[in-house]
């Protein structure tokens, strides 16, 4: 991040989610309101994706990274659906960036809604969600703070957030930025509430725990710090899905590269490989 401006690896998954609903047909993530959040910009989504198509290091790795970001909003919205279902009354999305998950999707009409993002790119999605006349629910509150920085226990708190209720936890894009400092502060805190809680969220695998050649960060992520963010944490799959047990956890799935291309992606891209990006579902009880 650099001070005062928003987040611009934000803002190229937002390109990127645009760019699907039109380069893709909408296969993987529906999402009616990607193009409208962006604005003027939005004629600039698909120029982006070719754009990132031609600089990747193989010829598939453009539109893999689009439909792995396509795909990661989908898992956990999936998820939460189902959260929803077994009686959570209160969403966070963590790192939201330009997502218009809380202002797209019926369900969430009695749910609380919290917001948690960097101050910047916080003023800048408002900024652009009232440009695009896109109605604000009444139930969602904006959290403003640095993730890297603070712990979200108080900021949540003072923003209306309840511990005793069943909560659901989005973190998309945010966990390879952090350090693992502040990664093991969030996942306690989600761990330790009383009234149950589930968190959705991708990391990218450590280098150690897979062939160099198969581990690679994807090009979104390997170029980040032309951005202004630059990759923090690189995690290993066992070892993480026994730190979330031993931190209170139940049940932890994992969902690696193959798993997440033979799910949801195209035919064409079930062949290829998004190397070491992959999804993390995890649940208290």
């Given at each position: 991040?650099?001070?005062?401006?928003?987040?611009?690896?934000?803002?190229?998954?937002?390109?990127?989610?645009?760019?699907?609903?039109?380069?893709?047909?909408?296969?993987?993530?529906?999402?009616?309101?990607?193009?409208?959040?962006?604005?003027?910009?939005?004629?600039?989504?698909?120029?982006?994706?070719?754009?990132?198509?031609?600089?990747?290091?193989?010829?598939?790795?453009?539109?893999?990274?689009?439909?792995?970001?396509?795909?990661?909003?989908?898992?956990?919205?999936?998820?939460?659906?189902?959260?929803?279902?077994?009686?959570?009354?209160?969403?966070?999305?963590?790192?939201?960036?330009?997502?218009?998950?809380?202002?797209?999707?019926?369900?969430?009409?009695?749910?609380?809604?919290?917001?948690?993002?960097?101050?910047?790119?916080?003023?800048?999605?408002?900024?652009?969600?009232?440009?695009?006349?896109?109605?604000?629910p009444e139930t969602l509150s904006y959290v403003a703070?640095?993730?890297?920085?603070?712990?979200?226990?108080?900021?949540?708190?003072?923003?209306?957030?309840?511990?005793?209720?069943?909560?659901?936890?989005?973190?998309?894009?945010?966990?390879?930025?952090?350090?693992?400092?502040a990664i093991v502060a969030i996942f306690d805190y989600?761990?330790?509430?009383?009234?149950?809680?589930?968190?959705?969220?991708?990391?990218?695998?450590?280098?150690?725990?897979?062939?160099?050649?198969?581990?690679?960060?994807?090009?979104?992520?390997?170029?980040?710090?032309?951005?202004?963010?630059?990759?923090?944490?690189?995690?290993?799959?066992?070892?993480?899905?026994?730190?979330?047990?031993?931190?209170?956890?139940?049940?932890?799935?994992?969902?690696?590269?193959?798993?997440?291309?033979?799910?949801?992606?195209?035919?064409?891209?079930?062949?290829?490989?998004?190397?070491?990006?992959?999804?993390?579902?995890?649940?208290?009880?």
């Amino acid at each position: 991040m650099q001070p005062g401006r928003p987040s611009l690896t934000a803002l190229s998954a937002a390109h990127l989610r645009a760019a699907h609903q039109v380069l893709d047909g909408a296969s993987i993530l529906a999402d009616p309101l990607a193009a409208r959040i962006l604005g003027p910009d939005a004629r600039f989504s698909l120029d982006y994706a070719r754009l990132s198509a031609l600089v990747s290091r193989a010829e598939l790795s453009g539109p893999l990274l689009r439909w792995f970001i396509a795909a990661r909003s989908r898992l956990a919205e999936d998820a939460l659906r189902n959260a929803i279902s077994n009686g959570a009354t209160q969403l966070v999305v963590l790192g939201a960036g330009f997502d218009t998950l809380p202002y797209r999707m019926p369900s969430l009409s009695n749910i609380r809604i919290f917001e948690v993002d960097h101050p910047a790119t916080q003023a800048r999605k408002r900024e652009r969600l009232a440009m695009a006349a896109i109605e604000v629910p009444e139930t969602l509150s904006y959290v403003a703070m640095d993730l890297e920085e603070q712990t979200i226990a108080a900021p949540l708190q003072s923003a209306g957030f309840e511990a005793a209720e069943r909560s659901f936890f989005s973190c998309l894009g945010v966990v390879p930025y952090l350090t693992e400092q502040a990664i093991v502060a969030i996942f306690d805190y989600v761990a330790q509430l009383r009234g149950g809680a589930e968190v959705v969220f991708d990391y990218v695998c450590s280098t150690g725990s897979l062939r160099p050649t198969t581990c690679a960060p994807p090009p979104a992520i390997a170029e980040a710090p032309a951005t202004g963010q630059q990759i923090r944490s690189y995690l290993e799959t066992t070892e993480l899905c026994s730190k979330l047990s031993m931190t209170g956890f139940r049940t932890v799935e994992n969902m690696g590269p193959e798993q997440i291309a033979a799910r949801l992606f195209p035919d064409a891209g079930r062949g290829g490989s998004l190397s070491g990006c992959h999804i993390m579902h995890a649940a208290t009880g």
